[in-house]
């Protein structure tokens, strides 16, 4: 897509990734070629962003990290912001202690080619609306779920529907998946799924050595259904995992 591929184009000698954030979404990410970032320093990456507010205030420099990649030695990141108000954040992670003013004109390409492309309000209007409703799966009495793959660790949920759209039921039904997580991950007695009935919501979890898989039904859904609809919906995301996911980022 546009946005990628005028990422790929601001390259500097030592520049290893680029990636972009929009919140506790990832935008794009793009790799030296025959260099591969891990899941857990991505959120890595990400809990750094959003850790401290200060990279808003203009562009940031600073040490990282990235212990999947490498234990003993630190990469340097450029992190700043696309706007002030934006969520969009650019994080440009360089082998080079020295390089702030060659990340720095990375990002000012990066903006020119949007801005030559005439990509860079359509890429803040599609940040309006970043997910999906369930609908768009076909099952019913689906209200929602959540996806990760292993593999990845990526995952992916639609937007919650009107029955969980307070805040406070938002929390009370990420607890609930919490609390079949805890199920599923038992130290001693660990479960490959997990189906639990309730007065406002039935629920099923499954794990396989792939991909974890949250559920939840409107509680009329018997679990014939609940496991029928498994399938249907891994089938769905199969169908559309390059919409979902970044499985195979550009390189440089």
């Known amino acids: 897509d546009v946005v990628s591929s005028s990422l790929q184009s601001a ?5 290893v990734f680029s990636i972009l954030l929009a ?45 999947k990649f490498n234990t003993s030695g630190f990469f340097h990141a450029h992190i700043s912001y696309l706007e002030p108000a934006s ?8 082998t080079d202690r020295e390089d702030f003013f060659n990340m720095s004109d990375c990002k000012q390409r990066f903006l020119e080619r949007l801005s030559k492309r005439c990509a860079y309000q359509s890429l803040k209007e599609a ?52 609390d079949l997580h805890s199920c599923l991950h038992h130290p001693t007695r660990p479960l490959r799924s997990f189906y639990r009935c309730g007065e406002t ?18 509680p009329l859904a018997s679990k014939a259904s609940a496991v029928a609809a498994v399938n249907k919906l891994l089938k769905w995301i199969r169908k559309e995992e390059d919409r979902l996911f970044i499985l195979s980022p550009l390189t440089y």
């Open 23 to 67: 919140g506790d979404r990832l935008v794009t990410l793009i790799r030296k070629k025959d260099q591969f970032l891990h899941h857990i320093d991505l959120h890595l990456v990400f809990n750094l962003v959003g850790s401290s507010s200060s990279f808003r205030e203009g562009e940031g420099w600073t040490p990282i990290c990235l212990p």
């Open 201 to 218: 919501e039935n629920l099923l979890a499954w794990v396989t050595s792939g991909f974890e898989l949250y559920l939840c039904f409107s």
């Open 127 to 178: 940040l309006k609306c970043p997910t999906y409703p369930v609908s768009q799966v076909g099952i019913p009495d689906l209200r929602h779920f959540l996806y990760k793959s292993k593999s990845s660790g990526l995952y992916t949920s639609p937007e919650f529907p009107d029955v969980y759209r307070s805040g406070q039921e938002q929390e009370r039904l990420m607890g609930l998946y919490q």
């Open 11 to 15: 390259k500097a000698k030592n520049l």
């Open 87 to 94: 969520e969009l954040c650019l994080i440009l992670v360089s």
